[in-house]
């Protein structure tokens, strides 16, 4: 079912299947990490632009974090001619199904040209780990970018659905259906915010991060239905410096892109602890944590 206004909203979020959380993530080397064409607006003055040996500080600074809060990271090696490869939240939607006991990914069909070819290379990795690889099916011609847009309820078997720049609504039926699950979707309506994780950051099954500006009144309404706490980044942090982008492994840490400082007040203020890191160089692509990683099951 696919759930795409308040009204319709016909269950309680606490009546929802259970959802262990993720505990193993993805890291992609950013090896091949650059700006070499311009699919968002925060691309567009830095063609170019990346210093890629403190891209790879930076990144090694994220694997580090991981580790440290025992977090195994997945290393996957970035590819030539792929520069975004780095955001390997994009490529694929990992499930797990609690009723099936079933681990798999379902694979995205990008909307940006430029990025197609990274999505096999995938496929192919989970396959290898043991991962059952689904597919939305063949006759339908529609846009995915996986957790990009596709965002799991922490704790609850629900999927949060934007749509609007990368993914096609007609995607979260075809995955509803595919993954027997139920779907919310979220109209974003900026294209500073192209991707749901750009302005949406899920950190506990009570708790979510959101840029506001990124939602009309329905959405903003709809997702104060789904979490009692609703903590608002400032619109300059959000936008800027990707505080959304943030992400809760075990609902306690946030690692965030360092010096969101109305951001990680309000996140110290609801109990969370922040980690900052910094990530600039992934900034100048229209990326921050929650997308250079990817938690699986
Ligand atoms: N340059 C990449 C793109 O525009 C950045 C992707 C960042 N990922 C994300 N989920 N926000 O596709």
């Known amino acids: 079912m696919v759930y795409t206004s308040l009204d319709a909203l016909d269950f309680q979020f606490s009546d929802l299947p259970s959802l262990p959380r993720p505990n193993r993530v993805v890291l992609t080397t950013p090896t091949h990490f650059d700006v070499e064409y311009v699919i968002n607006p925060h691309m567009s003055d830095n063609v170019g632009a990346v210093n890629k040996e403190v891209a790879f500080q930076q990144w090694k600074a994220l694997r580090a974090t991981y580790t440290a809060l025992d977090v195994s990271p997945l290393i996957v090696n970035g590819r030539p001619g792929l520069p975004d490869m780095v955001f390997c939240a994009n490529q694929t939607l990992p499930f797990y199904q609690p009723e099936q ?141 990707f505080a959304c982008n943030a992400h809760s492994p075990d609902g306690k840490h946030v690692l965030i892109q360092e010096g969101c400082e109305g951001t990680t007040e309000r996140l110290r203020a609801e109990g969370f602890s922040p980690i900052e890191l910094d990530t600039s160089e992934f900034l100048k692509s229209g990326g921050s944590v929650f997308c250079m990683k990817q938690m699986i099951w």
């Open 101 to 241: 006991d079933r681990r798999g990914v379902v694979l995205s069909r990008m909307h940006a040209e430029q990025r197609r070819e990274e999505v096999p290379y995938y496929g192919e990795m989970f396959a290898e780990q043991g991962y059952a690889v689904e597919t939305l099916p063949d006759d339908l011609d529609v846009d995915f970018e996986g957790m990009g847009d596709a965002i799991w309820h922490p704790g609850h078997f629900l999927l949060w659905g934007g749509y609007g720049f990368r993914t096609e609504p007609a995607a979260y039926e075809a995955l509803s259906e595919l993954l027997a699950v139920p779907v919310v979707l979220l109209e974003l309506q900026d294209a500073d915010y192209y991707h749901l994780d750009t302005c949406f950051c899920p950190l506990d099954s009570t708790h979510v991060l959101v840029a506001p500006a990124a939602f009309d009144d329905e959405s903003r309404a709809i997702i104060e239905q789904g979490f009692d706490t609703v903590i608002e980044a400032p619109d300059e942090e959000a936008r800027h410096q």
